[in-house]
């Protein structure tokens, strides 16, 4: 996974205010007051920002994905621009959370389905004598994790050309947003100035 400026997955990153890609203190406080509005569950975005917040809200990782989801804020001024850069963010991030679900619960089930056949072949049961679930040592669980990644090769490659395409789209429209907003402020400073 990658660390986009949209917030979807998050490693390090995350949309901070105004979208900036940077977790800060007060971004990172709304993620954890979001974590408590809506607790770990996963499944989308329980939690639900007040609705004097100003600023993107971070929730908690969702159980499939691992993601975890932005609430987007919609400022009552939005420009067009301002509404595409947000479209285009959403977007991101229902692709990313859909890619990474189905991943994962790929990688979930063939996972199972290989160490249950390992098992088998070695004549030992799913759980042992004490009710817990039997496991492979590291080499052969690396056998795994490498097929694993070479039957998924073409679809990372996929994923990765156009995780690429929609973040430079989206870094585009955040330097023109970012454009439009000091053109305005300093338009706004000499009106005031000269007053």
């Known amino acids: 996974g990658k660390s986009?400026?949209?917030g979807g997955r998050l490693r390090g990153s995350a949309?901070?205010?105004e979208g900036k890609g940077r977790v800060g203190r007060s971004e990172q406080r709304?993620?954890?007051a979001a974590e408590r509005l809506g607790g770990a569950r996963g499944g989308g975005p329980a939690f639900r920002p007040p609705a004097h917040s100003?600023?993107?809200w971070?929730?908690?990782p969702d159980r499939l994905s691992n993601l975890r989801p932005v609430i987007f804020h919609v400022p009552q001024d939005e420009s067009a621009l301002e509404r595409?850069?947000?479209e285009a963010r959403q977007d991101?991030?229902?692709w990313n959370q859909q890619f990474w679900a189905q991943q994962n619960a790929s990688f979930q089930q063939e996972k199972e389905e290989f160490i249950y056949s390992r098992l088998k072949a070695k004549g030992l049961?799913?759980?042992d004598e004490t009710g817990q679930k039997a496991t492979l040592n590291a080499e052969e669980m690396a056998d795994f994790y490498k097929d694993f990644l070479s039957k998924n090769f073409r679809k990372h490659m996929r994923y990765n050309r156009d995780w690429y395409k929609r973040n430079f789209t989206i870094t585009f429209l955040m330097g023109q947003v970012a454009l439009v907003r000091a053109l305005r402020w300093l338009r706004w400073k000499k009106k005031n100035v000269g007053n």
Request: glycine share 8%; net charge positive.
């Open 54 to 56: 100003r600023h993107d």
């Open 58 to 60: 971070i929730g908690p």
């Open 4 to 6: 986009p400026a949209l």
């Open 84 to 86: 595409r850069l947000r």
């Open 125 to 127: 049961a799913v759980r």
């Open 30 to 32: 709304r993620a954890c």
């Open 15 to 17: 949309v901070g205010k």
């Open 92 to 94: 991101t991030q229902a």
